[in-house]
């Protein structure tokens, strides 16, 4: 059985998401079903297929979401020792080499992945590059556009 790996963020915006959809997208959907049945044949009715297709989409990301949860292994990093190890949950700062730029990400779940806003998937190749170095090893990035090396600045358990 795969563990899912995920941050307290990422469990609380999975179990927020789960809940909308069975308070409030799921009766919405069983209701627009119900209109729709209202106003006859059925084969003709693209309003009663665009719901029922809505309603396949709706049941399946929930059974997704709570299968997700139900493997979930859930890291707090906030009341782990900081040891300057990048594991996953932290928050990394990096300098690349070439250029002398920082930039600041965090290592999250797959789902909780979001590049605007600096968190990026324990199985990127960044955080692949990164997972058990410690700060200031530098370590290197196969990246599409070429090798980029990067030094690690700070750990932090934010």
């Known amino acids: ?7 307290l963020e990422g469990e609380k915006a999975l179990r927020e998401e789960l809940e909308h959809l069975k308070k409030v997208d799921r009766p919405r959907i069983v209701q627009a079903i119900a209109e729709a049945r209202e106003h006859g044949d059925l084969k003709e009715n693209a309003e009663y297929h665009a719901a ?3 309603q396949g989409f709706c049941e399946g990301r929930i059974q997704e979401i709570e299968g997700k949860l139900g493997n979930a292994q859930v890291i707090d990093v906030k009341s782990m020792p900081a040891t300057g190890k ?8 990096l300098i690349n080499c070439e250029t002398d730029e920082e ?24 955080a ?3 997972i058990g170095k410690e700060e200031g090893e530098v370590i290197l ?11 690690i600045a700070e750990v932090k358990h934010l």
Do not use: C, H, W
């Open 128 to 130: 692949r590059a990164l």
């Open 52 to 54: 029922r297709e809505q």
């Open 141 to 151: 990035v196969r990246a599409p556009g070429g090798d980029i090396e990067y030094e």
């Open 86 to 93: 990048v594991i996953f949950g932290v928050t990394v700062d």
């Open 1 to 7: 059985m795969q563990k899912y790996p995920m941050t």
């Open 103 to 126: 930039i600041t990400y965090k290592i999250v779940g797959e789902d909780e992945a979001n590049i605007k806003a600096n968190k990026i998937s324990v199985t990127s190749p960044i």
